[in-house]
């Protein structure tokens, strides 16, 4: 089992819809900042200043799906919990659990691929480094 993280959300005003629920997209947003958070806090650089592999360019997503329990709306507190639920060879996949206080509200997972560019410029699934597993476990 990896590394779990929190990042704490505030629900604001402008992230309800019309029906003062939480707009969908939201979560997806809450849970790509969480999963940049996750690697800050196990004590990885940022993507740009990873030396190897050569051309490091990051994690880009590959996959998501996001399964709703609860609605959220203004002024929840929220917090996404995430870890990483499996490392492939070249890709991994992040958990990110929702909660307001002891009730989950959703439950998302996201494929994402470590990557270079290529010599024509195009994105190339490498390797997960074995510092950054090492920093997560």
Known sequence: MTKTTVLTVQVQFGDCDPAGIVFFPNFA???????????????????????????????????????????????????????????????????HRVVRGATLVCEGHETRAFCTRDAKGHLKAVPVPEMIRALCN
């Open 29 to 95: 947003r809450w849970m790509d900042a969480a999963s940049h958070h996750y690697f800050r806090e196990c004590g990885v650089p940022s993507w740009s200043q990873i030396d190897e592999p050569a051309g490091f360019v990051g994690a880009p997503l590959v996959e998501t799906r996001i399964h709703f329990f609860k609605p959220a709306t203004y002024p929840d507190v929220l917090q996404v919990h995430t870890d990483v639920e499996i490392w492939r060879a070249k890709v991994f996949i992040q958990r």
